[in-house]
């Protein structure tokens, strides 16, 4: 591992994080003898990054299976809202004040 002064770290940049790339780290030593490191940042990857997979299945399958999923899902959701025991869905009476509660065991009396 090459060791530069400040100086010449100073003056030939380009080739210092040339080197530093190359070899994994570079040392740069101070005139009061401090010693620092320079080393390359490891790019940062995305967690949605991932390999492809192969599944040898045609476009409108796909398609098919992703807008099934989608459609269960959001019923599953939009039931288990409406069927909650904290979440009550109110019916508007003709005045203010006289709606009928409707929760999951059905309208109350």
């Known amino acids: 591992m090459k060791t530069y002064t400040y100086s010449e770290a100073r003056q030939q940049l380009a080739a210092l994080l040339d080197r530093a790339r190359r070899e ?9 003898g ?27 399958e796909i398609l098919k ?3 099934t999923a989608r459609e269960s899902s959001g019923t599953r959701l939009l ?24 929760t999951r065991g059905g309208p109350r009396r």
């Open 24 to 32: 994994g780290r570079v040392q740069i030593r101070r005139r009061d």
């Open 34 to 60: 401090q010693l620092f490191v320079l080393l390359p940042a490891k790019p940062d990857r995305s967690p949605l990054d991932v390999p492809g997979v192969r599944a040898r299945l045609p476009r409108g």
């Open 65 to 67: 299976w992703l807008r």
């Open 79 to 102: 039931d288990r809202a409406l069927f909650n025991k904290r979440i009550q869905r109110t019916r508007v009476g003709s005045q203010p004040g006289q709606g009928k509660r409707v």
